[in-house]
């Protein structure tokens, strides 16, 4: 057994900001930059970065956690499903995601490690950004 992936990530934006990221398809696709499908419903399924990650929903609490069984498409037919669990909460300057991944196979830990910061936490923190640049200028016109 791998063990298992811990991390968290802070952003200057709401709790339910970060969650929308995650679960609303055309945000998660306009943050990561690369094309996701995700069900909003408990049991429903997801794709994300145009099919190379999948799974479905185990539990959904608005604005505060999601739990999936999520795997890559590149994993052995054999891999069972790993399984991630993101928490938002409010911190003094926006918000954190915590995540716990568990489960996932040996042969793609290390990718899996270093791809949620690469293909998450910082397009996330760049997403944010342009969204509170177009909004401070938005605000000013």
Request: proline residues 4%; contains cysteine; glycine residues 8%.
């Amino acid at each position: 057994m791998t063990p298992a992936i811990q991390q968290s990530a802070q952003f200057a934006c709401s709790p339910k900001q970060l969650f929308e990221m995650y679960m609303d398809s055309a945000k998660h696709t306009a943050a990561t930059g690369s094309p996701a499908r995700i069900s909003r419903k408990v049991g429903g399924t997801f794709t994300a970065f145009d099919g190379k990650l999948l799974g479905r929903n185990l539990l959904i609490v608005p604005d505060r956690m999601i739990v999936q069984a999520w795997r890559s498409a590149g994993w052995k037919r054999g891999d069972q499903d790993s399984i991630v669990v993101l928490a938002f909460s409010k911190i003094a300057d926006g918000s954190q995601v915590d995540l716990l991944h568990v489960d996932v196979p040996e042969h793609d830990h290390e990718g899996v490690t270093k791809g949620w910061r690469k293909f998450y936490w910082e397009p996330w923190e760049q997403y944010v950004a342009e969204k509170t640049r177009a909004k401070r200028k938005t605000a000013r016109a």
